[in-house]
């Protein structure tokens, strides 16, 4: 039996807790790097949403993914009714962001931290566009009439989205390096403002809508309005004589009456 010194033996052990932190923190690193949190697919004409991740369908319960995805579902809406006109856009969070990519008439949404590189998420977006484009579903995607319905693509979104977990990988990086002298054409804005700019409208929408008093049509035709022109001087002198008038009587009245007196 071999002998191990407790020095060499010491050592050992702390060599190998020493390789099980490496590979926890570079679990972690990976974990932390998994930053698109949210991806939806809808239609443009009726603002449907007709797919999601099916990675987060078991997170309906949390309430901040609830938050979040009802912020996309509005999104969706918004861009339905062209309310946002841009087939690119950025809405900013407070520490998360929303990137959407509108292409024949469909709109891809995915939520990100704020620091994860934009222009890999919009190569994401573009990925999961080519992929739609290839399935030439165009008489499904018609026919969808319940939410997130298209199952089959939710399946499809979590592949691609596996490939941009880490960003750190040899093909994301070949993708941020081969765009970087590109300029990303991108808008941004932040999401409070187009809340308050839906809120605008739709107080102005219901204020439109209100019955208005209307005016007869016998008290503003022309015909009135020639006789009111015509009338209402004479109107006026008869008034002036008729109070001039009593006045005088008035007048009588007290002079005999201080007379008799």
Not at 96 to 117: G, M, T
Not at 174 to 181: C, D, E, Y
Request: charged share 20%.
């Amino acid at each position: 039996m071999e002998y191990l010194h407790p020095q060499s033996f010491f050592a050992s052990s702390c060599l190998d807790i020493c390789h099980i932190n490496i590979r926890l923190i570079y679990f972690l690193n990976i974990q932390e790097t998994i930053m698109v949190k949210l991806t939806i697919v809808g239609r443009v004409e009726d603002g449907l949403p007709l797919a999601q991740d099916q990675t987060y369908v078991n997170q309906q319960e949390n309430a901040s993914f609830l938050l979040y995805k009802q912020q996309a579902e509005f999104l969706l809406k918004q861009i339905s009714k062209d309310s946002l006109l841009h087939p690119k856009m950025t809405i900013l969070l407070d520490h998360h962001s929303f990137h959407f990519l509108v292409e024949k008439k469909i709109c891809y949404i995915a939520l990100s931290d704020s620091s994860y590189p934009r222009k890999l998420l919009f190569h994401y977006l573009q990925d999961l566009h080519k992929e739609l484009d290839q399935l030439d579903e165009t008489a499904l995607i018609q026919k969808i009439s319940k939410p997130y319905s298209f199952v089959r693509f939710g399946k499809i979104i979590g592949r691609i989205r596996k490939q941009y977990m880490d960003t750190r990988t040899q093909a994301n990086l070949s993708k941020l390096n081969s765009s970087r002298k590109q300029e990303l054409n991108v808008v941004s804005e932040h999401i409070n403002d187009i809340i308050q700019r839906r809120q605008i409208l739709e107080t102005s929408e219901k204020a439109s809508s209100y019955p208005r008093m209307s005016v007869s049509t016998i008290w503003s035709s022309r015909c009135l309005q020639d006789i009111a022109l015509k009338w209402t001087p004479v109107t006026i002198i008869i008034i002036v004589i008729l109070v001039l008038f009593k006045a005088s009587l008035i007048m009588t009245d007290d002079y005999l009456i201080s007379t008799m007196i």
